[in-house]
């Protein structure tokens, strides 16, 4: 069965064991262009697992994942790397930096992997770091920054290369809330300003106020979808211009 034709992902009766125990028990799931979707639910009820399902990082022993109409379950595993490479981005809750490169240097990284030229890379990393307002960091090595300021980086590395999609699995867990209140902001507006897709896991309900739709997993089974606990956060997010 192919997907319908406005759900940049869509994944149809997801089963996936993990060391012998179910993560995901039969997820279906659509997500559309543009949209910012949050997956929310306790830990272990599976959010990471469908993230990295949706996102060819795992194969699912059931089920199918489709990508722009094209099935994801089928590709080999370099086919599904370079499917990550191009079209995706990932912030996983740390930041995980390279600690030799400078902030532009960890920013470019994916601009570099994919061939593009040093001076066009750094351009679009400082370009990123600017609108993430820590333009500052660009020169200085992660030892040298501050969490926040590192997960900022980790959030220009991952929205540098303007991916379709962007997974991002809890992206302010450790910092403090004002501050990750204030990343989370600034991480949609851009997501919105430049049409990305945005999947959202989290367990905090705030967070997932800033989504424009909310889907519930619980043991890894979907409950619900339940509407954002504030319906005017997602809209406030739209007119920041970054
Ligand atoms: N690499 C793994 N090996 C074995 N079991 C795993 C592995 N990763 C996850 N699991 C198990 O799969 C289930 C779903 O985990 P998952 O990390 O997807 O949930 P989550 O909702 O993202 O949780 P959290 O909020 O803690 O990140 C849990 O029972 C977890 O223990």
Do not use: Y
Request: hydrophobic content about 45%; glycine content about 8%; some cysteine.
């Amino acid at each position: 069965m192919a997907p319908p034709d406005n759900d940049v992902l869509w994944a149809r009766s997801l089963h996936c064991a993990l060391s012998g125990s179910d993560a995901l028990s039969g997820v279906s799931l659509g997500v559309r262009e543009g949209e910012i979707l949050a997956l929310v639910g306790p830990r272990g009820s599976g959010k990471t697992t469908l993230m990295r399902c949706l996102s060819g990082q795992l194969l699912a022993q059931q089920g199918e994942v489709w990508f722009n109409s094209s099935p994801v379950h089928t590709l080999g595993p370099a086919e599904r790397e370079r499917l990550r490479r191009d079209r995706f981005g990932w912030i996983d809750p740390e930041p995980g930096l390279v600690p030799e490169l400078t902030g532009w240097e960890n920013t470019a990284l994916p601009l570099l992997l994919r061939g593009i030229s040093h001076k066009a890379a750094k351009t679009a990393a400082l370009e990123w770091l600017e609108r993430l307002d820590i333009g500052v960091c660009a020169r200085k090595r992660p030892h040298a920054l501050t969490q926040s300021q590192r997960q900022r980086i980790a959030i220009a590395r991952a929205l540098v290369a303007t991916p379709s999609v962007l997974f991002a699995d809890e992206p302010t867990a450790t910092l403090h809330r004002a501050d990750g209140a204030q990343v989370l902001r600034t991480l949609t507006a851009a997501a919105r300003s430049h049409g990305i897709t945005v999947l959202l896991a989290t367990h905090d309900a705030e967070v997932a106020a800033l989504a424009d739709r909310t889907v519930a997993l619980l043991d890894g089974r979907r409950v619900g979808t339940v509407p954002p606990a504030s319906g005017a956060e997602g809209v406030a997010a739209c007119s920041l211009s970054v």
